[in-house]
């Protein structure tokens, strides 16, 4: 079996059903090669239709040779064209009984064709060539062709929007993370610190505050109770001071009432 592929994906010509779809051939024997010659449009195939022709096959003495006759054909305008296709193989006892060309087509154009070529054993050359054609829709070949492309469509639009959530939500993290960090270094700079770190000092600080508040209690206790111990002292001394200069004028006192 020999597959030919469109040159391209698809005709730039669009058909018709029944529309003649032109085709040219030429042959090659001994290493010689003919031009390339139109098919009669009798004999050519119709776009759509199915049906069976009979050509001329060349000259008798190429097909008793010893050496190999081959043909290829052209279709549309030479936009698809078959491999080297033998008709006779050089032992003058097989050659082509019949070359079977199928065309497979969607919305008026041309996407491919497919050559079968059925070789037969008899003692003389035949005197004509069998070409079948025949002619597929690709949708009617690949009834779920359709659904498939659909199907593969839906899957990769829901790829794409899971890709795209997970990409936001990755964004929306790292942002959250980017504006914190600036935040951090934002209280850095003006020394205020993150905020963690200013709950993580005011709750080190508080137990500082009580042990210095108590701190200070006790040093202004201790301030008031000195103080109170120099009143103290203080009058104590002018007591003393004072019972001295009563005896003392009570002695002079007494002296004088002596003398």
Not at 5 to 24: I, P, Q
Not at 87 to 113: K, W
Request: with cysteine; charged share 20%; aromatic share 10%.
């Amino acid at each position: 079996m020999v597959v030919v592929l469109a040159a391209c994906f698809s005709l730039a010509v669009a058909y018709e059903h029944g529309d003649l779809v032109t085709m040219t051939k030429r042959t090659q024997y001994a290493a010689q090669r003919t031009h390339w010659n139109p098919v009669l449009a009798e004999l050519a195939p119709r776009f759509g239709v199915s049906r069976e022709v009979i050509l001329k096959m060349p000259k008798p003495a190429w097909l008793a040779s010893t050496q190999e006759l081959k043909v290829q054909f052209s279709f549309a305008d030479a936009a698809l064209t078959t491999s080297w296709l033998t008709l006779a193989d050089g032992s003058a006892t097989t050659f082509a009984g019949r070359i079977e060309v199928t065309f497979y087509s969607q919305d008026g154009n041309i996407h491919s064709i497919d050559v079968k070529t059925s070789m037969i054993k008899q003692e003389s050359a035949p005197k004509d060539l069998h070409i079948m054609y025949v002619w597929e829709d690709v949708r009617s070949e690949h009834p779920t062709w359709g659904m498939h492309v659909l199907l593969f469509g839906m899957v990769t639009t829901v790829g794409f929007a899971i890709i795209l959530t997970i990409w936001r939500t990755i964004s929306d993290k790292g942002a959250m993370k980017m504006m914190s960090d600036f935040l951090d270094g934002s209280f850095d700079v003006l020394g205020l610190g993150s905020s963690q770190d200013t709950h993580k000092a005011k709750r080190e600080d508080a137990p500082r505050n009580r042990v210095g508040e108590k701190k200070n209690s006790l040093t202004k206790g201790g301030r008031a109770s000195a103080s109170g111990r120099k009143t103290a002292e203080r009058e104590r001394y002018t007591g003393r001071e004072e019972n001295l200069w009563m005896t003392h004028n009570g002695y002079a006192g007494v002296g004088a009432a002596l003398f």
